[in-house]
């Protein structure tokens, strides 16, 4: 084993040459196909919605290609193979959320908006407090979720550049290269976003989950191969090679941890293991550029398609993830993965790395299959962090410029031109933040949005579609109340101050003691919305059966 890792380190400079080749094809084909959509994009409904032309099965493939980001591939191995047990709770809190965004958001959000979140909310309210709150949440949700994906285009740069201690490349440092790269990273997706628009970044993410499907499921097959198939051999070798022993097949390696004689430490990490899956269950429906997803179809039964299209593609991938996360304990080691990065981001690649030893014999081998996984990962992150930019720009143009700033009075050309220039505002903020958030893990990271957007955008979307008397003020403090209870708790926890892995780790000012705010911002949320609309004297029951009509039939939907 120690010859593997070994062999896997001396590969990583004989990998650089075509790694960069393959990113530089992935990269000059996404471009191309950019170009070519920016050719067909003409109206505001082909920049926000693609035009409405997908089908059932080119949309679910979208929203896998959306949705199987660097968090999953990157972060959900690498904690596989760090915790064991404790990490695959992150594949299955991905895997069932999309139950609840099937049973209770896609249809009716397709059959009552128009491009984005907001035109569900301000439906039945007053548009423009309604719009402003919806513009602010997607935002901050979507900065979230860019730093994750940022963060993991940094970790990866480090190992395929071969870049140790001491030396460098193109004079530049580890830490230089990662930052130069998260720069690169946030420059081509504001290309994509500025010039293509929703159906240059749909075909971009089609390719992209088609890629990383194959990629894993060839990875998965020689892991499998690897252990002649057997499954016990394989956990056995990962809790062996973990350095954990036995524990790493068992649950209270990083969640629910016994802590002895502390009895309020082990009640906070079994807290946070609750807030952790509550989180993820229900933060999916919340997601911004998830939902954007839903209104690039033409009919809401296309939509429900999609979405069962895009199960059967995510669930299948997460399945592969278990193989991957165990496959990197047992073929590369603890140890291994955690020297090249800390919190786990690169397990997948080295594990690359060390089936291309075995299956294609020596460095070379090794050298091929990490630059075809590298560049698969790089393709991930560039996919998402442009559908992303996408939500969060289309949003500040449809909701707060035309709706908000100009009163419903802006023409179309102008709105699109405010999208692009709050692509590039937004891709800017995402790329100094995620500087700053290196050494945090990204499925990790990614658990942090859809905290956020659980508990300001669902409590909001769900009281809006199933709750009669729910008024402007409601929604106001639904997605207020939710969004900075959230925010804050994050800000005053672990990630941020007061622990080794935290954003500063030299500095202590954290109170609250979860990793995960969930399991207090959310009913937080749910409950702001309670008050706001009962303190509230509106009240339009019209309006309500109307919306009612339309996300259940689809009538006057646009």
């Not at 940094?154 to 530049?172: H, Y």
């Not at 009669?468 to 959230?486: D, H, P, Q, R, V």
Request: aromatic share 10%; net charge positive; charged share 10%.
């Amino acid at each position: 084993m120690q010859s593997h890792t070994l062999a896997a380190e001396a590969t990583t400079s004989g990998s650089r040459g075509l790694t960069i080749t393959l990113f530089l094809c992935f990269v000059a084909i996404t471009l191309a196909i950019t170009i070519w959509a920016s050719r067909q994009t003409k109206t505001a409904t082909d920049f926000y919605a693609g035009g409405r032309q997908f089908t059932g099965f080119q949309n679910g493939m979208a929203i896998g290609g959306d949705y199987m980001s660097a968090a999953s591939f990157l972060g959900i191995a690498g904690l596989i193979a760090l915790y064991g047990y404790d990490g695959f709770l992150y594949s299955i809190g991905f895997l069932v959320a999309w139950l609840v965004a099937l049973l209770l958001v896609a249809e009716f959000l397709r059959n009552s908006g128009r491009y984005t979140m907001a035109d569900v909310l301000a439906f039945r309210m007053r548009q423009r407090p309604v719009r402003t709150a919806a513009s602010v949440s997607t935002i901050v949700v979507s900065i979230f979720y860019l730093i994750a994906q940022m963060v993991g285009a940094g970790a990866l740069v480090s190992l395929l550049l071969g870049i140790k201690p001491g030396q460098t490349f193109l004079g530049m440092d580890a830490d230089t290269a990662k930052v130069a790269t998260i720069i690169l990273v946030g420059a081509l997706m504001i290309v994509y976003v500025v010039v293509g628009g929703m159906k240059g970044t749909t075909y971009v993410q089609i390719v992209k989950a088609f890629m990383l499907m194959i990629g894993a499921f060839v990875m998965v097959l020689l892991v499998l191969a690897h252990y002649k198939f057997n499954l016990s051999a394989l956990l056995g070798d990962a809790a062996e090679q973990s350095g954990k022993g036995s524990a790493f097949l068992e649950p209270g390696l990083r969640y629910g941890v016994e802590t002895a004689g502390d009895a309020a430490k082990t009640f906070y990490s079994k807290m946070d293991l609750i807030s952790l899956g509550i989180a993820l269950v229900l933060g999916t429906a919340g997601l911004p550029h998830i939902l954007t997803r839903f209104y690039t179809v033409p009919t809401s039964r296309i939509a429900r398609k999609s979405v069962l299209w895009a199960i059967g593609i995510i669930g299948t991938f997460y399945l592969f993830t278990l193989a991957l996360g165990f496959g990197a304990a047992a073929l590369v080691g603890g140890k291994a993965i955690t020297a090249q990065d800390k919190a786990g981001n690169t397990a997948a690649p080295q594990l690359a790395q060390a089936l291309g030893i075995d299956y294609l014999g020596g460095n070379t081998g090794g050298s091929i299959l990490l630059a075809i996984i590298a560049a698969v990962a790089f393709a991930t992150i560039l996919a998402v962090v442009a559908g992303l930019t996408l939500a969060s720009s289309s949003s500040v143009a449809h909701d707060f410029y035309a709706s908000v700033i100009k009163r419903g009075a802006a023409s179309e050309r102008d709105e699109v031109r405010v999208a692009r220039l709050s692509a590039l505002v937004i891709g800017a903020v995402a790329i100094v933040l995620s500087i700053f958030a290196q050494s945090l893990n990204v499925a990790f990271l990614v658990a942090l949005a859809f905290a956020v957007a659980a508990s300001g955008n669902l409590p909001a979307i769900l009281y809006s579609l199933f709750w009669k008397k729910f008024n402007t003020s409601g929604a106001l403090w639904a997605i207020y109340g939710g969004l900075i209870s959230a925010v804050v708790l994050v800000f005053f926890s672990p990630v941020v101050s007061g622990a080794a892995t935290a954003m500063f780790p030299n500095e202590d000012w954290h109170w609250f003691p979860l990793n995960n705010p969930g399991i207090i911002s959310i009913p937080i949320g749910f409950l702001c919305g309670w008050i706001g609309t009962v303190i509230s004297k509106e009240d339009d029951s019209d309006k309500y059966a109307e919306l009612e009509v339309r996300s259940l039939t689809g009538h006057g939907a646009h």
